[in-house]
């Protein structure tokens, strides 16, 4: 498979480029071929790194990005590499986009985002929720995630209860319960970076509860095919 690479910040450097083919490594090759661009940008808003809301294919990466140490960088990548994966499969799998709203449960229970959100127990804060309720309509937490990225307000109103949380303080840019903006997408996206770089260190918590061996269990389905390709990058 081909990776282009689009320079439109600083160029990638031979050793950036090595790095990120040993992040890609760590996944499997069904995984890495959901991604067909990188784009290398000199800021981006609020992130070191994104993929864009919804849909699977393409990361862009801020120069700030390479201001982090090695391993901020490596569960960052992967982190955006697993909002590339759902997002991906929930599309081609789930048919993401064409479920119109407002919809069921039963309309969007085969989604990964909505079971993870039920693996884990998460649930809008009542008090905010109204807030939101009364700018956006909405009706559930069902139909919230579902406009995750378009219509999402983030203001903290996902909470996720403290005995199904996988771990914290990992470092400061890793599962971050308590920053305004975290939501069970980001959650997933966090818990499959960890599976990626330290899987030994995820079992370790798993062990804890049966709330969060089931978010480990979860992720390590995917990772069960050990496929493997040659990654190409092109300018």
Not at 47 to 52: E, L, R
Not at 145 to 155: C, F, Q, S, V, Y
Not at 204 to 224: D, G, L, M, Q
């Amino acid at each position: 498979m081909a990776i282009r690479l689009v320079e439109s910040g600083r160029e990638f450097s031979d050793g950036d480029i090595d790095e990120i083919k040993g992040f890609l490594s760590k996944l499997p090759y069904s995984h890495v071929d959901k991604l067909y661009r990188i784009e290398r940008l000199p800021i981006i808003i609020g992130d070191y790194a994104n993929v864009p809301h919804n849909l699977g294919g393409e990361m862009g990466i801020a120069d700030d990005f390479y201001h982090l140490n090695k391993e901020e960088r490596e569960f960052i990548f992967i982190h955006e590499m697993g909002h590339n994966f759902f997002n991906s499969k929930d599309e081609n799998e789930g048919k993401y986009s064409s479920i119109g709203l407002p919809c069921k449960r039963e309309d969007i229970e085969h989604l990964s985002m909505i079971q993870w959100m039920e693996l884990g127990n998460w649930e809008l804060d009542p008090r905010i929720w109204k807030t939101i309720e009364k700018i956006s309509g909405k009706k559930d937490k069902y139909n919230h995630l579902m406009e995750k990225g378009k219509n999402d307000h983030e203001i903290g109103e996902w909470k996720c209860p403290t005995e199904s949380r996988i771990l914290e303080n990992l470092f400061d840019l890793a599962f971050r319960y308590d920053k305004y903006f975290y939501s069970p997408k980001e959650e997933m996206a966090d818990a499959y970076a960890l599976f990626a770089a330290d899987k030994n260190l995820f079992k370790k918590y798993a062990e804890k509860n049966e709330n969060i061996k089931a978010k480990y269990n979860f992720i390590s389905k995917f990772f069960e095919e050990n496929s493997k390709g040659e990654i190409i990058f092109k300018r």
